[in-house]
């Protein structure tokens, strides 16, 4: 297997209450970006912010080539890495308990295009956690 990792980036995190907006590339989706080619919705929730959480990292702890970087009570840094070449994604998730949001940006760590993967995961991410909303209200 091939390792194409990188360096990990020295500037993510939550500034002014944000997220970091999607660079230039199209390889980057962010819950506060308005261009279409990056804006994705944030992961809504129904349950008590720390159930959305904990409902969160244990879809994050679940899919593969996952490592959990850092994490705050309101702020998870995740890195995925692809099977067969290990490019590795940052992805960052700031939860909004007032909204009931969490706010997500995923991005390619090197390269130009992603082919979707960012998104994907993403929305992947959003069906598992509403899944497991649905099993948390029917008890």
Request: glycine letters at 6%; aromatic letters at 8%; a neutral charge.
């Amino acid at each position: 297997m091939f390792k194409f990792s990188g360096n990990r980036p020295t500037q993510l995190g939550v500034s002014n209450g944000r997220l970091l907006p999607c660079p230039g590339t199209p390889n980057c989706v962010c819950s506060y970006d308005q261009a279409a080619e990056h804006a994705i919705a944030p992961l809504s929730f129904t349950t008590t912010p720390a159930e959305a959480w904990a409902n969160l990292k244990t879809v994050i702890q679940s899919l593969e080539r996952t490592q959990i970087v850092s994490e705050t009570s309101d702020y998870l840094y995740v890195e995925f890495a692809s099977k067969l070449m290990g490019f590795v994604d940052d992805v960052e998730f700031y939860l909004d308990a007032p909204q009931n949001v969490i706010h997500v940006r995923s991005a390619s760590r090197l390269g130009k295009s992603d082919l979707g993967v960012n998104r994907s995961r993403i929305e992947s991410i959003r069906t598992k956690l509403q899944e497991a909303q649905a099993a948390v209200q029917r008890v």
